[in-house]
């Protein structure tokens, strides 16, 4: 088993069932010994949150792309310094429901031809990617059927519609075709156990 620090993240579209997973691969990699800070994005220390309601709240409209690329980038430099850097120097396991592949498929991609200033903010501000992405791949009308199930006030990114979500999804799928080293497609589309099972398998593979 490895011993030093660890970044993982989950990325997918809305109702994939990533934070889910999330949680489960946090409870293993505890259940083997290691220490693990389990975090979100938009979110994941106390100013990053604050940002995220700004975010996730209110009106389609209410922040065009280029205003939000700088609100995810700042709720993420607060997060990079408060929780993520710190977690990995002392040698946890940091696992983030999120991360900036996010921005790159949402902002970059899904919603504009935006994906070179994501990258030179990525660059200059962030600068940092996980030792491991899952993303959990879902067929989108299903997908969005359980995130709006939720109502949780928190759904101004799911009511941009099906077309939107299929977008992501072959962002997502873009993203990870172009950096196989780093990502791990999940068919999200069976039961919680089984893709549970495959992303242990991973991780068993990955640091094991
Ligand atoms: P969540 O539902 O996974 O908590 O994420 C909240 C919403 O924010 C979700 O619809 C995806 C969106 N989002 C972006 O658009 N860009 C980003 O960089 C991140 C982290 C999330």
Aim: overall charge negative; proline content about 3%; cysteine-free.
């Amino acid at each position: 088993m490895v011993t030093g620090g660890a970044f993982v993240t989950f990325e997918g579209i809305d109702g994939s069932g990533k934070s889910t997973q999330a949680r489960r691969l946090a409870g293993l990699v505890r259940a083997q010994g290691r220490e693990v800070v389990q975090t979100r994005e938009p979110g994941g220390s106390p100013g990053a949150e604050e940002i995220r309601r700004l975010l996730v709240e209110g009106a389609t409209d209410r922040w065009s792309a280029e205003t939000e690329i700088l609100l995810f980038t700042a709720a993420r430099r607060d997060h990079l310094e408060k929780v993520i850097r710190p977690g990995v120097a002392a040698g946890k396991v940091v696992i983030s429901d999120r991360f900036a592949d996010s921005t790159r498929v949402y902002q970059g991609a899904a919603r504009g031809e935006l994906r070179q200033v994501v990258d030179n903010l990525h660059a200059l501000m962030i600068g940092t990617e996980p030792d491991l992405t899952f993303v959990i791949d879902m067929d989108p009308e299903a997908a969005l059927a359980r995130g709006l199930a939720r109502n949780s006030g928190e759904d101004r990114f799911e009511e941009f519609g099906a077309g939107f979500q299929t977008r992501l999804r072959q962002g997502f799928l873009d993203l990870a075709a172009e950096q196989p080293a780093r990502f791990r497609v999940i068919d999200g589309a069976r039961s919680e156990d089984a893709v549970a099972a495959e992303i242990a398998e991973h991780w068993q593979a990955a640091f094991g």
